[in-house]
């Protein structure tokens, strides 16, 4: 049981490229969610999903896109690359969440913009 | 604007130690309350939740305090251990939803 697999672990990007983080899920649950981890701020909710063809904004969600075809996958896409974006990145899957339950996370993609 | 303020920062503690970690909400539609452990290179991973209708729950070292009218909840790790030197985060979010509102996090060290 491989659990939320991410990949790329480590990127570096020039300003203006675009690319794609991906994140998949094996355990059939129906929400996920990315979110960016920066120094002091903790993490932050870009985008997210409750099921497959349905997504929606988070907190920071300018400059990504998402979309969510299949319950496994949820890729995260980067337009246009600014140094601004420079973070780790972690997406993170789930049932509804109460005591008992839980969001799992991948264990994250480290993102440079030069 | 942070809606869950964490404090403090970062901690040092003794092994044997108590540590706490104090976190403080503003949205009362918030009614889960999970902390999460995360080791440098690795993703978050739960360490203990609580409803706010409990105003204290237990699990082994790991326990958490909830006081609703002050809209506060903390962590006490109890006999701090050196494996306990981790980031924690504070976070909430609405019962059977899926939008976590993470606090800033502390960086714990337990110095042996």
């Known amino acids: 049981n491989a659990g939320v697999t991410q990949t790329p672990k480590f990127q570096v990007l020039k300003t203006g490229q675009s690319m794609t983080l991906q994140c998949a899920q094996d355990?059939?649950?129906?929400?996920m969610s990315w979110y960016r981890q920066d120094p002091g701020m903790g993490l932050r909710l870009i985008h997210y999903?409750?099921?497959?063809?349905?997504?929606d904004q988070g907190e920071v969600p300018n400059g990504y896109n998402v979309s969510r075809s299949t319950t496994e996958d949820f890729p995260l896409r980067l337009l246009s690359a600014a140094p601004s974006q420079t973070s780790v990145y972690f997406c993170?899957?789930?049932?509804?969440?109460?005591?008992?339950?839980?969001?799992?996370f991948g264990q994250g993609t480290r993102l440079t913009v030069v | 604007q942070q809606q869950v303020k964490q404090s403090p920062q970062s901690l040092i503690v003794q092994k044997g130690g108590i540590s706490i970690i104090n976190c403080a909400y503003e949205?009362?539609?918030?009614?889960?309350f999970p902390w999460y452990q995360q080791f440098p290179g690795k993703g978050p991973a739960l360490l203990i939740a609580?409803?706010?209708?409990?105003s204290e729950k237990k699990e082994g070292r790991f326990t958490i305090s909830f006081n609703k009218s002050a809209k506060q909840f903390s962590l006490h790790i109890m006999d701090s251990q050196p494996g306990d030197s981790a980031t924690y985060f504070c976070?909430?979010?609405?019962?059977?939803?899926?939008?976590?509102?993470f606090g800033a996090g502390t960086i714990l060290r337990v110095k042996s």
């Open positions: 993170a899957s789930s049932q509804r969440l109460t005591v008992g339950t839980e969001a799992f």
């Open positions: 355990m059939n649950h129906e929400y």
């Open positions: 999903s409750v099921g497959a063809g349905i997504t």
């Open positions: 949205n009362t539609a918030f009614d889960y």
């Open positions: 609580i409803r706010p209708d409990v």
């Open positions: 976070a909430a979010s609405q019962e059977y939803g899926n939008k976590l509102v």
